[in-house]
Structure formats: structure tokens, C-alpha cells
């Protein structure tokens, strides 16, 4: 059986397939159209992810008559129903039932649907799919929890607004997932961190991981001023003055304007927005593990992104096990609908999932024709001697991308789409932010041998960057370049398993250098997607300051 979900109303639109239980593919648009995001959220528009749809037909050799249902991640007569409740004004759209009442219609007409889709992919095809509509919570419910492994966990959800529901909470078993809590529009942690966000000078829905890191600069001193637009109590329960929250200038101070500097004050409303929703989350979690006797926990949506809230909840010692969707955004929930429509077909409550690389890949003849076309000088080198050169290229002090194997779902580059460095070098955090065009505040991420984790961090391992860690005290004079200010690192850890050839590197590193850690940080570049295919990534390589470039078994230098 074969299964299409897909995530199409709000931004990060994204496809999923499951085949014969089993996650085979999934893909944001934005990989493919090159927009961040994969599109802006409009009501006006409705943009289904026809790229990503094609790709993964054409990644699994199928056409779309091969499918046997599609699941889509957002219900329309939810959505219905929940005009009746307070709404923001942009979000009650006629145009936005119009998209949601003839989705079917939308989908399958030719209108956005290129000509060179037209071998696997036509509207007349798509026209006899079955198609299910599931809750938006739900889906991102069901995209943590399905592919946990857990036999039953507390399911949390929190992201701007689905339907209706803003934070939601669960409890998963091998029946499905039954709702116990849920926090309904306007009281959305997600608009509240983005609201906060977009105060300090950033754009929402996009910026909210930088004022993440920007809080490390800070302290916790705006306290008394945020007790005006949130209040909580010991059980997590909160509740928001949506009045106050949109006139952050009345307690915040003046909105800083996009380049203005980044003041003191801008890095204390940044903790202390932190640190509220840390507080939240944690007082949530003990009250409902303590209520329902549940030490697992499965977490998904965009707040679950929020990877120093989760390392402070893996601290709080809540729960014996932590499964956070890798893709957590809204992309992810076309995973979550395709299990959910797994689930009703089979009664099945798991999808066997391996791991994150589940997007396009490029074979070296591919590779080759690109980099020939293109008269560029290139060495081939088979894999033991590829990685040995490179290991010993970012022991001199190179900065590399590294494009090869099947491209990563989910917002983070982990080895198959990166950039990689030298962790030893304390400038080398400034010379990537610098090749990046990024802000010298944002922190970089580091790779570690999951058996020397213990050795250099404390916290949680997690193969996907999912967690922050505090970095031992006597290994950040060993690894300056990925310590932040607070001493804190959002660490990827990695098995010879999970990924041998970046491991690989990670082991000949150490050989040279006796440190088994590597920066690791996405290849691309400010405001764009991560690099999808072989031109992208040259072209990234030769308008950037790289040193160097592997592409499939390819070694480019400059």
C-alpha cells in the first residue's frame, strides 16, 4: 500500500510517502522551488507541492496512479467549525475555506502542475485518488508519535494555530491518540514567541531560532513586563491577553527596526521570553507525567524546534525518554497524516522509520556530467581515500560543503547537505557566519562520535541537533568554535551506522587531531533552502568563501 500525505495550507509544504509501512520519502517544496519556507502564508493562494510530489515519484520510480490514497494534514470542516471561535482577523478567510472545500479540484488541476511532470504526475490520475483530510494537531500528533517506537507516550503539540487548537496535548497507544488538553486561539505559544520575535526585529514564522540563540546574551530581567501579555501556573496552564500582545510597545519598549543595532535590551527581552516558555513546558509536563504516571514523551510542531527548551526539559529529569519529530514544523506533517491514514487503513499505530535521510539523491555519472559541462577541474577519489582528504583538509583550517547520499528531510543538514570545519579554531565561528551571511551572535553546530559524546558534553544524545548540551569544562578550550556564550552546544551525534562516511571523516579527524568533532552547519546560504541538487551546490561552492567541495565521490578545491 501506498501512501501520500501531504502538507499544503500553511507554509513548509512538504510530501510524505509511506509504502507498505514503511517511510520511504519525504521532502519540503522549498528544496525544489527555492523558496524559504516553501511559500509564504496567504490565504490567497493555494500552492499544493507539485515539485516535491514528482520528486518523490520519480525518487521511488512510480506514478501517481501507484498511490493508493492521499492524506492531507489539515481538516476543513474543522477549520469550519473553529470561525466561530476569536480568530485573527487575517486567518477567517473566504478564500481560505474556497482552497480547503475544493482541495480535490485544486489538486488536481494543471494550472501550477508543470509539462515535464506529465510521465508520472497528471491531473485526469489524480482526479480517481481517494483523499483524507486529518486534524492539523493531530497530523503533528502523529508524526512524533508514530514514528517514536514508544509503546505509550505523552504527545505534545504546540505551534501558531491549527484548526483551532494552538497547544495541544495527548496520550498515544497502540489504539491511537486521544486528546487529554488543548489550548485553543489566541492562546498560542507559537504566536506569542513569534510575535516577540518580530518586536525585536526579526521576521516571524522564519527568525524565531535566532532570537533562541540571541537569549544567551541575555537575562532574565522583563519579568513584571510580561506578566501583562502571559500569565501560567504550576500545572503549565497559561493564558495570553491578546490585546497586550500586540502592543508589545506599551511594556517592551520601542519595536527595533530590521539592521538597527542589537541592543542589551533586545538580548533581555529575548531571555525572558526564553525562559518563559521553558518554565511553561516544564511546569506542563511534570503536572500531566505526574497526573497520568507516563515517562515518555513524544513533542512535535514548530515550539518543539526549540532546542534549548528541550534540553532544559531532558535536564528537569520529567521522562525516562524524549522523541522529538526531527521535522517538527508543519513539514512535518505530511508524515503525521500519511501514518494517521496508515492507521485507518490497517488499524496499525507505528511506521517503521530508520532515519531523516529521505529525500532526492545524485549518482557520480549525474555528478560528473554537471561538473564537466560546467569545465571545472575535479578529482575522483573512492571513499576511504575521499574521506582522509578531507579530514586533513579541515585539520589545516579548510571549510568545506559536503553534497552526497539521500538529501535530509526536516529544517537540519546532517553530513549529506553540510558545511564542515574545524571546531578547534575559536575565529572559525565568525569566518563560517561570515561565508554564510549570517549574524555573528548565531551559534554553530557540532558533530560528535556518539561514543566520545561523554567526553566532551553532558546532556542528551540525539543523532538530529534536537538538544542543546552544556559543554564540559575541559574540552571548550578544545572545541571553542561550537561552545556559545553560555557554554552550550546543539550537538548531533553520529554512529558508524547512522552514517558511515561522515563518521568516517569524524574518525580520521581525530587521528589527526585527537578531537572527534566536527562543525557541522546546513549548505547554503542566507535566505535560501538547503542545496537539492548537484547545480545548486556548485554554484553555492563557487560564490561563497568554501575551500573545497565534495559532490558525490568529487573533490573540488579552489
Known sequence: ?????????????????????????????????????????????????????YAALEYLDIKISDVDVIALSYDKWEHFKGL??????????????RALFHTKRILSSDYEMFQYMSDRLTPY??????????????????????????DESLVFVADCCGEK??????????????????????????????????????NTFQDEFKVMGLASYGEDTYRKEFENIITFDERGHYKLNEKNMFNLKAFLGPARKKGEEITQRHKDIAKTLQSILEEILINLFTY?????????????????????????????????????????????????????????????????????YLGTEYSNDFIEKQIKSAKLNYNYLPDKELIKLIASKIAEGKVGGIFRGRMEAGPRALGNR??????????????????????????????????????????????????????????????PAVTHVDYTSRVQTMTSKSNPFVYGILD???????????????????????????????????????????????????
Open 84 to 97: 466561530f471561535s476569536k480568530r485573527w482577523s487575517y486567518y477567517d478567510d473566504y478564500y481560505a475555506l
Open 288 to 356: 500531566y507525567s505526574n497526573k497520568t504516571g507516563i515517562k515518555k514523551l513524544c513533542m512535535a510542531g514548530g515550539v518543539s524546534l526549540n532546542c534549548v527548551a528541550n534540553g532544559k526539559i531532558h535536564d528537569a529529569g520529567i521522562f525516562d525518554k524524549i522523541f522529538v519529530q526531527p521535522a517538527s514544523s508543519d513539514a512535518g506533517t505530511s508524515m503525521g497524516a500519511a501514518a494517521l491514514a496508515w492507521h485507518k487503513y490497517t488499524g496499525n499505530t507505528q511506521v517503521q522509520f530508520d532515519n531523516m
Open 165 to 202: 487548537s494552538c497547544t495541544s496535548l495527548y496520550i498515544g497507544t497502540d489504539k491511537g491518540l486521544k486528546k487529554i488538553v488543548s489550548f485553543d486561539i489566541p492562546d498560542s505559544l507559537g504566536i506569542f514567541y513569534s510575535v516577540v520575535t518580530k518586536h525585536l526585529g526579526f
Open 125 to 150: 490520475e489524480l482526479q480517481k485518488i481517494p483523499i483524507l483530510s486529518f486534524d492539523h494537531h493531530l497530523s503533528h500528533a502523529a508524526s512524533a508519535y508514530c514514528y517514536s517506537g514508544f
Open 418 to 479: 553540510s558545511v564542515i570545519a574545524s571546531p578547534k579554531d575559536s575565529d572559525m565561528l565568525e569566518r563560517i557566519n561570515h561565508i554564510k551571511g549570517r549574524e555573528m551572535f548565531r551559534p554553530i553546530a557540532p558533530i560528535v562520535k556518539e561514543e566520545r559524546f561523554d567526553d566532551f558534553f553532558v546532556g542528551e544524545k540525539n543523532q538530529y541537533m534536537l538538544f542543546t548540551c552544556t559543554v564540559k569544562q575541559d574540552a571548550r578550550d578544545k572545541i
Open 1 to 53: 500500500m501506498i501512501i501520500m500525505g501531504i502538507n499544503f495550507f500553511f507554509e513548509h509544504t512538504s510530501v510524505s510517502i509511506i509504502k507498505d509501512g514503511k517511510l520511504v520519502f519525504s521532502a519540503e517544496e522549498e528544496r525544489f522551488s527555492g523558496i524559504k519556507g516553501g511559500k509564504r502564508y496567504s490565504p490567497f493562494t493555494v500552492q499544493f507541492p507539485y515539485k516535491s510530489m
Open 508 to 558: 580520521e579527524f581525530e587521528k589527526l587531531t585527537e578531537i572527534p568533532v566536527i562543525i557541522n552547519t546546513s549548505l547554503n546560504f542566507r535566505g535560501k533552502p538547503i542545496v537539492e541538487n548537484p547545480v545548486e551546490a556548485l554554484g553555492n561552492f563557487y560564490s561563497s568563501g568554501l575551500d573545497f567541495l565534495v559532490i558525490g565521490n568529487y573533490f573540488l578545491e579552489k
